[in-house]
């Protein structure tokens, strides 16, 4: 018995011996030592710990940034990148804004851009809690805190909080609403947004260029087509009804716009200019010639 006791007790600390000797992680409860730092360490994207991926090398870098027209301010944006052993960097930024003569207006921001308006200076800048506009002494100008903000003029700035969006102004008026799923800038100062599902047009302004009452809106050339309750209509680029809602089918046919009417055909050229009237059975394109069904004589060459 006391023979093989001593047996068990021999294996048990060969195997601890062993277990020393292969440990190299560098933890507080290993002999070994290791190259590594657990404090840096990340794994593989497939989420698989069987190859930790570790920090090798670390870069700084330090940027001055002058704003346009402005010589009060000044940022400087330090960058930290992170090189790790699969190949893969990680890079991140901080800025400071500065007065002129040194002092600090705000620090840790994500984002900065600089605001000139009515004469006064302002700062749309990013911290963790989200967006926000700060006046030239760094106190803040708006109140919340927005998780997306996009300056579309120095007086308008599209917002998003609580997944929803709309336009405030500089002093956080709010201009249009924040109440929309989408918010989609097409230029021209105009915007297609999407409300409890339905599909709308509207100006920088709130004017309503086509009501949230639309099954979908869709870009096609210089124009935008409407569907609603299975009717079609037309509208260019700013905003301006060209086509009733009440046609059965808009759609694209080669450098033309197709409109279907009562089984009747006409066309449209890419700004929704008519070509040709709503009164033929079929219409096609032959070697970029329009053809009209029902009229030999008439053609209609896209490349003139």
Known sequence: MKKLLLCCLLFVLSCYSFALSKCTCGCSHCYGHSSHSHSYSHHNSSGSNSHPVYLIKRDFKKEEIKFPNCKEHYAV??????????????????????????SVVVSDCNGVKHIIYNNKHYFLIGKNKGYQIINSDGSPNTSKYYSRMTMLKPDRFLVKRNKLFGIIDIDENIIVPIKYQKFEDVGNDIFLTKLNG??????????????????????????????????????DLNGKIILDIKYDKIKKLGEYILVKKNKLFGALDMQGNPVCGIKYKKITLDRNVLKLDGDRNKSFDIMK
């Open 77 to 102: 944006e330090e960058t930290t990148i992170n090189y790790f052993s699969d190949g893969t960097k990680r890079t991140y930024s901080t800025s400071t804004i500065f007065n002129s003569d040194g």
């Open 198 to 235: 339905y599909w709308g047009i509207v100006d920088i302004d709130n004017n309503s260029l086509i009501p949230n009452d639309c099954d979908k809106i869709k870009p096609l050339f210089d124009t935008y087509v409407i569907k609603r309750y299975n009717k079609y209509g037309l509208v």
